[in-house]
Nanobody, 127 residues
Framework: QVQLQESWGGSAQAGGSLRLSCVASGHTASRFCLGWFRQSPGGERDGVATIDIEGDPVYADSVQGRFTISKDSAKNTLYLEMNGLKPEDTAMYYC?????????????????????WGQGTQVTVSS
């Protein structure tokens, strides 16, 4: 099994930046499809970005050009660099892994393929 732990959420002003980290333990996370998802109060969990075994990213339209997903295999860590933050980016952010696939991502922005989840880290953007 893979355990995932997010960190470095927090508060930012609109237009500001935050960088989320997700440290994996128990397995080499870079072998799997990895993703970031977010959920606002009362809302559904939405896909933000994914990155596959080859390092190819996919982004939701709402974050394209502002967010960057990356991974550091040596540190077994997934990142989400968030720039140009907007109040509508306010949500709980989760990292996730698809442990049963061959490392490629399918079905984005659905979260159905993912079977390992972190506890989440809150991001709040004020106007």
């Amino acid at each position: 099994q893979v355990q995932l732990q997010e960190s470095w959420g927090g508060s930012a002003q609109a237009g500001g930046s935050l960088r989320l980290s997700c440290v994996a333990s128990g397995h080499t996370a870079s072998r799997f499809c990895l993703g970031w998802f977010r959920q606002s109060p009362g809302g559904e969990r939405d896909g933000v970005a994914t990155i596959d075994i080859e390092g190819d990213p996919v982004y939701a339209d709402s974050v394209q050009g502002r967010f960057t997903i990356s991974k550091d295999s040596a540190k077994n860590t997934l990142y989400l660099e968030m720039n140009g933050l907007k109040p509508e980016d306010t949500a709980m952010y989760y990292c996730a892994a698809d442990l049963t696939g061959a490392g490629f991502c399918f079905g984005f922005p659905s979260d159905r393929e993912y079977n390992a989840w972190g506890q989440g880290t809150q991001v709040t953007v004020s106007s």
